[in-house]
């Protein structure tokens, strides 16, 4: 029987008593309701997960026992860095959700010329915490016990030159002169950085930045795809590749 996951921030102890978080608790209270005693999962983004016992509630106090710890993983031994133009509304959940489930290690969301999204200083916090909170809810669903980290969104240029310098940088790019299994294949770096273009495509100027900044233009198939695809279906065709994918 699979166990509902919870995540929980912050240290997690063997036989200590916590009070879960108010929405956790809700959910296991009122939406599955589960008993008092009932068994689940706990993991803190440290590592590994812990078993866990529902203990009583008061109103929306809900209180857990945490019980024995299990250094299990299921990361991909690829470290994915995913800079995505960002996409509107729900399009945007879907590509934090999904390339989390793909195992991504950081995504970092960027606004570029064409992009038609437009997002003030506060709106850009805003965003991440929301996409943070599906990353998390994510890695609940797909069993992941390391949340990836979700940037700020940034300008396309303050993303790049921000980038660790020891990666593979690859731009999916319809009109890529190699495909992206050749450009994969032929390398030996572990982490690679996948960039791919808000709906409205990047402008030559920003391609040519990118270019000039270490990413190969690599295409994946004969179609074109919408900027939500892309990513999703990169990502999946890398961790086969290379990755975790059988």
């Known amino acids: 029987m699979r166990l509902t996951r919870i995540f929980v921030p912050g240290a997690l102890v063997t036989g200590a008593e916590i009070v879960l978080p108010e ?3 809700e959910h296991l209270t009122r939406v599955l309701r589960l008993p008092p005693g009932a068994p689940f999962t706990l993991f803190n983004g440290d590592g590994g997960e812990f078993s866990a016992a529902l203990k009583a509630s008061a109103g929306k106090r809900v209180l857990a026992q945490v019980l024995a710890h299990t250094a299990v993983e299921r990361e991909s031994p690829l470290a994915v860095t995913l800079l995505q133009g960002i996409a509107r509304g729900e399009r945007m959940d879907l590509i934090v959700q999904k390339a989390t489930e793909l195992g991504v290690t950081r995504i970092v969301p960027f606004l570029a010329e064409r992009s038609v999204v437009k997002l003030d200083a506060r709106q850009r916090v805003r965003k991440r915490e929301h996409w943070q909170a599906i990353a ?23 993303a790049i030159d921000a980038l660790a310098t020891d990666a593979l940088r690859l731009l999916l790019a319809a009109d890529g002169e190699t495909a992206l299994a050749q450009v994969t294949k032929q390398s030996t770096v572990p982490a690679i950085v996948l960039l791919i273009g808000p709906e409205g495509g990047l402008a030559d100027n920003e391609q040519k930045f990118a270019l000039m900044n270490g990413f190969s233009a690599c295409r994946l198939g004969p179609r074109i795809m919408r900027t939500e695809t892309a990513g999703i279906a990169a990502l999946a065709a890398l961790q086969a590749l290379v990755g975790d994918l059988a």
Do not use: F, K
């Open 136 to 158: 998390t809810s994510a890695c609940e669903q797909c069993g992941r016990n390391r949340v990836p980290e979700i940037v700020e969104p940034t300008l396309l240029g303050d």
């Open 23 to 25: 929405q956790a608790g």
